[in-house]
């Protein structure tokens, strides 16, 4: 590493930097905080105990137990989380990002605890479901189904689970609408409209976002943004999410999920058969007391995969901000654009090296408005 390769530090204001470090140590902690509750879950065989509770409770009826055991390991998560939830809604409050008020925030933790508690129950009840009815291939088939189940979450996110949390219309402004237009003639794109996303009766920051598949495709403008950059600034930020769009970047991303799930479900089933088989951790591979088990591969696989699939995802930014300068007829709204948005979030325009390799799923701000500079000056 050299001295040209690192942008100078002075361009991150001292609380933008502590702001950002401790938003990483509060992931990072959380991430631990996790993996530690599932160690002392298999460690102790506690797990076997909430098993027990669970199939009592469930009147031995499997599915019921499966349910029982899976909505106390999401009370207990929630519980242990719930400090450094906490902390996180008052640092936001602290660097005056958020607007949010307590209660609107505490319903918010319901709302997103209760949706996980669907999707959760959903994909446990399959698994475990496949396990019994084919312990041979129950991870090729269960692997399959996830992928399905993918691709549908995928394509009701904007429309179920996004309303849940944030009011949503149809972007209003006439000149806005007549440049995006434009813009998609020329990529013949596939977006079925642009709505605005109420983020400001939330936060004070700003984001923009393509999202959904198929007839759901849209793309999303906060009105924070809306309301605080120019014509040329928001087509830039159009520009770049219809890149996205045009180079299929949501299919794409599936793809590549779907090429991780399966190392994961293969590890899982690994994993698992040497508990079972060999450790004689549990009787069955159907003994729900080894669903940490089966959580603790997909983490520590997540995490040491976290750097390949943020290095895509910046790969896939550069690619839609290349697709953006192409687009529109000078580079100057999008560096202003990107240096507003900084501002306005409280970014690190120039992390350092290693934390935007490990943490960053977009090039730091820093790199993009050289790129963009570079294309200018072509
Ligand atoms: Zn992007």
């Known amino acids: 590493m050299s001295a040209v390769d690192n942008p100078p530090v002075t361009l991150d204001t001292p609380e933008a930097r502590r702001y950002n470090r401790i938003r990483r140590v509060l992931s990072v902690a959380d991430f631990v905080l996790g993996l530690a509750l599932l160690l002392v879950l298999l460690v102790t065989g506690w797990t076997g105990s909430l098993r027990d509770l669970a199939l009592r409770g469930a009147g031995e009826y499997y599915p019921l137990a499966v349910f029982f055991y899976l909505l106390m390991l999401m009370l207990i998560s929630k519980a242990i989380g719930a400090g450094l939830d906490y902390y996180g809604f008052q640092l936001e409050h602290r660097y005056h990002l958020s607007n949010q008020k307590l209660r609107s925030w505490l319903w918010d933790e319901l709302k997103g605890w209760l949706v996980g508690l669907i999707v959760a129950t959903l994909l446990v009840e399959v698994l475990y479901y496949t396990i019994r009815q084919s312990p041979q291939h129950w991870w090729l088939i269960a692997w399959v189904v996830f992928i399905v189940l993918f691709i549908f979450f995928a394509q009701i996110a904007p429309i179920v689970f996004l309303p849940l949390f944030y009011k949503f219309e149809p972007l209003e402004n006439e000149r806005l609408k007549e440049r995006l237009l434009h813009l998609s003639q020329r990529a013949g794109t596939r977006v079925r409209g642009v709505y605005e996303w109420k983020l400001s009766e939330k936060s004070k920051k700003a984001n923009a976002a393509l999202t959904g598949l198929g007839a759901t495709r849209r793309i999303i403008l906060a009105d924070t943004?809306?309301?605080n950059y120019s014509d040329d600034e928001i087509e830039a930020v159009l520009a770049h999410e219809l890149g996205h769009d045009v180079?299929?970047?949501?299919?794409?991303?599936?793809?590549?999920q779907a090429v991780v799930t399966f190392v994961g479900f293969w590890a899982a089933s690994t994993v698992l058969h040497y508990a079972v088989d060999q450790r004689h951790m549990f009787e069955t591979l159907s003994d729900f007391a080894n669903l940490p088990l089966l959580v603790l591969v997909s983490t520590v696989l997540s995490f040491l995969l976290m750097p390949v699939l943020n290095a895509y995802s910046r790969f896939n930014e550069r690619q839609a901000d290349r697709y953006c300068f192409q687009s529109i007829t000078s580079v100057g709204p999008f560096i202003s654009s990107m240096n507003k948005l900084a501002d306005q979030n409280l970014a690190?325009?120039?992390?350092?090296?290693?934390v935007e390799w490990f943490f960053h799923s977009h090039p730091a701000i820093s790199?993009?408005?050289?790129?963009?500079?570079?294309?200018?000056r072509k």
């Open 367 to 376: 790199r993009r408005v050289e790129a963009a500079e570079a294309w200018g």
């Open 348 to 354: 690190e325009r120039a992390p350092s090296k290693w």
């Open 225 to 227: 943004l809306l309301q």
């Open 247 to 256: 180079l299929r970047h949501i299919l794409k991303s599936i793809g590549v």
